[in-house]
């Protein structure tokens, strides 16, 4: 079991920035997976957002490519997800979670972010004028 913690949600206006982090707490290292960050807002479903794998390749959902960028630091133990240009529709819980070692991508190479192993608590963002 791989304990995260997200962090660096909050309230932005729309074309604001955001920068997210997921860290490993409890002697937990995140180098041997995949990470992917997901979403949910109220009554909608779950939507993966990105990913990255555990030799730094990444993957983006639509709604997100040109906009957010995700990055890990293994001696830091941390993935970093930025969001530029952010929208209202950005709106909901952010999470994080393990992917074993491959992101899970859809039949036209996008993020699906179907399935994790462990995640966070989530972190709120929220963005409104």
């Known amino acids: 079991q791989v304990h995260l913690v997200e962090s660096g949600g909050g309230l932005v206006q729309p074309g604001g920035s955001l920068r997210l982090s997921c860290a490993a707490s409890?002697?937990?290292?995140?180098?041997?997976?995949?990470i992917g960050w997901f979403r949910q807002a109220p009554g909608k479903e779950r939507e993966g957002v990105a990913c990255i794998t555990h030799n730094g390749g990444t993957y983006y959902a639509d709604s997100v490519k040109g906009r957010f960028t995700i990055s890990r630091d293994n001696a830091k133990n941390t993935v970093h997800l930025q969001m530029n240009s952010l929208k209202p529709e950005d709106t909901a819980v952010y999470y994080c979670?393990?992917?074993?070692?491959?992101?899970?991508?859809?039949?036209?190479?996008?993020?699906?972010?179907?399935?994790?192993?462990?995640w966070g608590q989530g972190t709120q963002v929220t963005v409104s004028s």
């Open positions: 409890g002697g937990s290292t995140l180098d041997d997976y995949a």
């Open positions: 979670g393990t992917e074993g070692i491959f992101c899970q991508i859809d039949y036209s190479g996008s993020y699906a972010g179907l399935n994790y192993g462990s």
